[in-house]
């Protein structure tokens, strides 16, 4: 905690504090106290965002999570009595979840004043313990219509609970949505500060030095600014590039992106007239609404998100 302050402090002699709209805090359910979530507080934290995953203590074991659901249910026993807004984050797919155990999940935490839930769907990175558990068919990932079928029926019980979908994992209460999350979507301008954080501004995106010793010794060395110039990873996003993260950050919000943006250098004719027919055939899967000038993904559409870009793009 005193490193955290610290570090706030450090950055609050360039920042102004009382201009934030928003500071948001990343939480894992084991371990917290009264104390820590009195010093948040004090330290201008407005919302907190929790990572339950699943309530399910075996399953959270084989992902090598700490956390029980007791350390879960202890937490949001206190946590509201602090005025954070607080976000609750789960896994759909996780290994070993039974459906009748993801409903118990969601309607547990839908007993709580919640204003914000994220549900993220399972990412299996190839040479990772996870990974290799699977492969030897120690642990079952859930198959692709499993988790559609859950993810489609979770946002209707959600939105029926006032949670309203405004990106594809993420669910708030009117005017409770992640200001910081949405900067990304809506491709502003962010900083990132310390080893391996990541920046983009001026078309322009960096990423600090992953390597502690070597970021150490850039700074006693004096050459680590927070313009990029030190960062081993640079780049200057082409128009394409451009053009694909429109698509790709569009399209993941509920209103969608428009057909101007759809369409944002798609010059030839015959490229605008593939892109059409492609248009027409998603919308005719039940992928994709085309609406005036609005181009949206459906729930099913949400699910395959990655693919439909590409398949534009």
Known sequence: MPLL???????????????????????????VT??????????GFTRLSV??????????????????TKDVLMLFDKIFDYGFDVSADLIIGLPGVSSKRWWQTVHTILQWPIN???VYFLTIHENTPLAHR????????????????LYQKTILLLERHGLKQYEISNFARTAKESIHNRAYWQRKSYKGFGIG?????????FVNQKNLTAYVRQWEEGIVTNTGRSAPFTEELTESQ???????????QTK??????????????????????????????????????MVRLTPRGMVYENEIVTKLY
């Open 5 to 31: 302050e610290e570090n706030l402090n450090k950055l609050f002699t360039y920042v102004d504090q009382s201009t934030l709209q928003e500071m948001t805090i990343e939480v894992n359910p084991e371990g």
């Open 34 to 43: 009264h104390e820590m979530l009195k010093a948040w507080k004090r330290l």
């Open 51 to 68: 990572g339950v995953q699943v309530l399910d203590d075996q399953v959270l074991n084989n992902l090598n999570r700490r956390q029980t």
């Open 116 to 118: 914000h839930v994220s």
């Open 134 to 149: 699977i492969d030897k068919k120690e642990l079952s990932a859930a198959s692709d219509d499993e988790m559609v079928d």
């Open 197 to 205: 954080a990541a920046s983009f501004y001026d078309g322009h995106r």
């Open 242 to 252: 451009q053009r694909l993260e429109r698509y790709m950050l569009g399209l993941r």
């Open 256 to 293: 969608g992106i428009s057909m101007n943006d759809l369409m944002y250098q798609v010059d030839d004719l015959n490229k605008q007239k593939s892109m059409q027919h492609d248009l027409s055939w998603l919308q005719e899967e039940g992928f994709l609404i085309v609406d005036h000038d």
